[in-house]
């Protein structure tokens, strides 16, 4: 279910992007050329948070804490693999911290590597669009 969000936030990510980005706008200033990224990180890191929370409440749910936030920081601590281990759950439920672990760490990848996907194509669009203004005159000489 997790991954399927994180799948679905990366996919929406992308395909936002694509219909945003295009060449570098002119006049358009650095932040009119970037938005489209910026607003695919955030949308990607609200993705993480939104499971951050999940596997937050679903600790809740299996009796391990009894307060919201200790959960979340709980799973935020797992979720990101930094494994402080001032919080330890029960016995019972003590491998739920290393499969959130290995979650995070693909939820973390998959989100590393869309968004390294976005720069290149980001820099390919722009690279193009240096070229063909160069090539009809219209760039430095």
């Not at 994180?6 to 002119?26: D, H, I, K, M």
């Not at 006049?27 to 948070?49: D, E, K, Q, T």
């Amino acid at each position: 279910g997790l991954l399927a969000l994180q799948a679905a936030a990366t996919y929406w990510s992308v395909q936002f992007y694509v219909r945003q980005a295009g060449p570098e706008l002119p006049g358009g200033g650095l932040f009119a050329n970037v938005r489209p990224l910026l607003i695919v990180m955030i949308a990607m890191m609200l993705g993480n948070f939104i499971q951050i929370v999940i596997w937050g409440v679903l600790f809740i749910c299996l009796g391990e804490f009894s307060e919201f936030y200790e959960a979340v920081y709980h799973s935020a601590v797992n979720l990101t693999s930094l494994g402080y281990g001032d919080v330890v759950m029960s016995a019972r439920w003590k491998l739920m911290g290393p499969l959130e672990a290995a979650n995070g760490v693909l939820m973390f990848g998959m989100t590393s590597a869309a968004l390294m996907a976005i720069l290149q194509q980001l820099i390919k669009v722009q690279f193009e669009a240096r070229r063909q203004n160069s090539h009809s005159g219209k760039g430095p000489h």
